[in-house]
Structure formats: C-alpha cells, structure tokens
C-alpha cells in the first residue's frame, strides 16, 4: 500500500473509493434506490450527482430486479456499473439476474462477454434494524460458482477490497457490515490500491487456537482474544475478507500451527459459511487437529427480533466468544 494515509471509518473509505472510481473512469456509473438526489440511505453518494450528473449516479425505482439486471446489460456492454442493494433484506428480488445471468455470463458466452459488476449492499445486525434490516445473505450466494463475494472488516481493506471488485471482469457481490460503518476507524493509504480478492490476513497471531471469522465479528473475535492473551493463552484471529474464493491455505496453515479451529460467523449456522470451512478442514488437516471443530454462530431462527433482548440472544458478544475460545484452548 502507498503512503501517506489518513484516519477513515468504514462508510468514509467507501464513499473516498467510489469517488475516486467516478472521478477516474467515466465508464463507471453508479445506480440504486435513492444513490442521487439523496445520496444514498447512509449518505455515501452525497453530492456525487451533482458533480457527475444524472447520467452516472442514477436514481431507480424500487426494483431491485432491474437494477442488477439493466447493471449486467451495462456491464455486458462495456460500462462498469456499481449497483446498489439499499439493505442486503432486499436482494432477494434479483437473485435470477445474480445467479442465472451475472454470475454465468463469461461461461455461457465462452468468454466472449465478461460482467465487470459491483453489486454493494449493508448487511448484518446490531443496529435494531429487525427483520428486514438484519440480514446476513452471505451463504444464499457463495454456493455459486463465477460470483466472488466480499465482506472486508477494517477501513483500509474495504478500500482495497472495493477497487478490486471494481477493476475486477466478473462479478462481485460487496458486502458492507452496517454496524462498522461508523464504528471501526482506521489508516486508510491514500492513492488507488488494491487487495486480492480471496486473500485472507491474520490479524492477530497465536498459538493455541485459530479463530476464523468475517465483519463484524472479528472485531468482536479480537476483543476475546486480546482477553484471552492476558489470560496468557494465546489465540490467532483470521479475518477472512472474501468469502468465495476462500483463503484455504492460510487457514490450513494456521490450524496446522495450532491444531484447534473455532470458526465464528454471524449468519444461522445451518448451511452457514463455517459448515464449508469445517468440511474443508476436516477433509484436508484433519489428522493436525487435536480438537474437534467448533462453529459458534446464530441459532436457527427465521431472523433477528427488534426488541433489544431478541437481538441481543441472537448476536454473540465479545464475551460469548471468549467463552467459547477458553473452552477450545482448554480442551
């Protein structure tokens, strides 16, 4: 990454990054509910249609259908389009332009068309967002092949993150914590740089367990684990940042260093990420282990409740996580 940075939240370095994506490639556009006069539910695109004009920063109905599927007929015709899904509760309308065009485009035209396609949308909870605020849609999408799906942590790689879905020729599906938008700061380098998407980074290092997580919850999994070291058992942090494609070997070597794997993730834990995680390690380091695989995850219920207990029993805590963790070292 360049220098100098300087000190973003989450929501900031998304607004910095696809300013700088509207201000360096007239090719891209940006359309979604409410992304032009409003400048978006949380304010992101504010201005932005004022500065690059109607044509660019496009206001559409509520229709989520067709705005991933006009996004992949511009995509397809050689603009890059970054749609918006207002809330992630909402995706589910264009889940046929996702999954059975978007995502197939360059293997059914063997090639000879791509879909360069940003798709962002804020998911998750912890904000009484209720039912249709609180979603977490991450597992209904990584069983597709040709869809890459993104849900960085931290500021800096949220930027590096979101230039990469952005240069990248296939579709991505963006997923942005709404819960971290204003809560996690952090140095973000100025200039255009980016990550690779489906490599994961160790946040913290340790030895007697490796926990995997993704969003909001490896803020919460440092928490416990920064606890858990005063407690001097040692704990390393794997904050996944892509979902698909996964960073298998780095979370093969780290299991293989502590041989204990606890996998955390906010989604139900049915079909949930941590089930491919575990299946994969399982298949591939199982002899390394010395403990079996946790999955401390959301219970199996329809979704998150407003009433602040609901939400409460649904999510994890940085507590809860550390329990689970000393019972992993301990084991």
């Known amino acids: ?30 359309l979604g509910e409410d992304v032009g006069a409003r400048g978006n539910v ?26 991933v599927g006009i996004a992949v007929g511009m995509a397809m015709e050689g603009l890059r389009p970054i749609a918006e899904i207002q809330f992630a509760d909402f995706i589910y309308p264009a889940f046929n332009q996702i ?8 293997y059914r035209s063997n090639g000879e068309y791509t879909c360069p ?18 979603v977490s849609i991450e597992a209904l999408f990584y069983h597709v092949p040709g869809l890459k799906i993104v849900a960085p942590s931290f500021p800096a790689d949220v930027k590096g993150l979101l230039n990469a879905a952005i ?10 914590h709404k819960k971290t938008y204003r809560l996690i700061k952090g140095e973000v380098p100025e200039g255009h740089y980016t990550i690779p998407i489906g490599k994961a980074d160790i946040k913290k290092a340790g030895e007697k367990l490796t926990v995997v997580s993704y969003g909001l919850y490896v803020h919460w999994a440092l928490d416990a684990a920064n606890q ?16 698909r494609p996964m960073d298998k070997q780095t979370i093969l070597e780290s299991v293989r ?18 089930a491919e995680i575990s299946a994969m390690v399982a298949e591939e380091a199982l002899f390394d282990l010395d403990a079996p695989i946790r999955r401390h995850c959301a219970p199996d219920v329809p979704a998150m409740g407003y009433a602040l207990p609901l939400e409460e029993e649904y999510m994890s805590s940085p507590g809860e996580m550390a329990e689970a963790m000393r019972e992993m070292v301990r084991f």
Request: charged share 30%.
């Open 257 to 274: 260093k502590t041989r204990k794997l606890l996998i955390v993730h906010e989604d139900n834990k049915f079909g949930g990420i941590g």
């Open 1 to 30: 990454m360049s220098s100098p940075s300087q000190v973003m939240n989450n929501v900031e370095a998304v607004r910095a990054t696809l300013y700088e994506a509207m201000k360096s490639d007239d090719r891209t556009v940006i």
């Open 117 to 134: 396609l940003v798709i962002r949308t804020p998911y998750g909870g912890g904000v009484r967002g209720a039912l249709s605020h609180s």
């Open 167 to 176: 240069d990248d020729p296939d579709p991505v599906l963006f997923l942005e």
């Open 42 to 67: 949380f304010l992101i695109t504010k201005d932005f249609v004022q500065e690059f004009g109607t044509e660019r920063v496009i206001d559409t109905p509520i229709a989520e259908a067709s705005i």
């Open 99 to 106: 999954v059975g065009e978007a995502a197939k485009t360059r």
């Open 228 to 243: 858990l070291e005063k407690e001097g058992m040692s704990v390393e942090v794997i904050d996944l940042r892509s979902i």
